[in-house]
């Protein structure tokens, strides 16, 4: 079954080129060893270097099983990401969903 899942993410971004670095540094390559694929992260918004966030928004798209299960799921994703990016919800949504 695919699903899509959204995630509310807070970060320090001052390691970070801005949202798309976060993205593709962090966020993406844990999701992919989790989920045992490669995933497309939608985001509410763009930031630029060094921004910090509290509550951004992202959205990906999962036939995975690990979706099945958010709190495990939120678990190993934040067990696997470095310690300035912590997902605090994770939640499914429809495939309609758009974060922006």
């Known amino acids: 079954m695919v699903h899509k899942v959204a995630l509310l993410?807070?970060?320090d971004g001052s390691p970070y080129r801005g949202w798309s670095d976060l993205r593709d540094v962090a966020i993406?390559?844990?999701?992919?060893?989790?989920?045992?694929?490669?995933v497309l992260v939608d985001a509410a918004s763009r930031t630029d270097a060094g921004v910090h966030a509290l509550g951004?928004?992202?959205?990906?798209?999962?036939?995975?099983?690990?979706?099945?299960?958010?709190?495990?799921?939120?678990?190993s994703t934040n067990q696997m990401l470095p310690p300035e990016v912590r997902i605090h919800s994770a939640a499914l949504v429809p495939t309609s969903f758009d974060p922006r």
């Open 56 to 75: 951004q928004v992202c959205a990906f798209t999962t036939g995975s099983p690990a979706a099945d299960n958010l709190g495990q799921l939120l678990y």
């Open 28 to 38: 993406r390559p844990t999701l992919a060893r989790i989920l045992r694929h490669d």
């Open 9 to 11: 993410v807070a970060y």
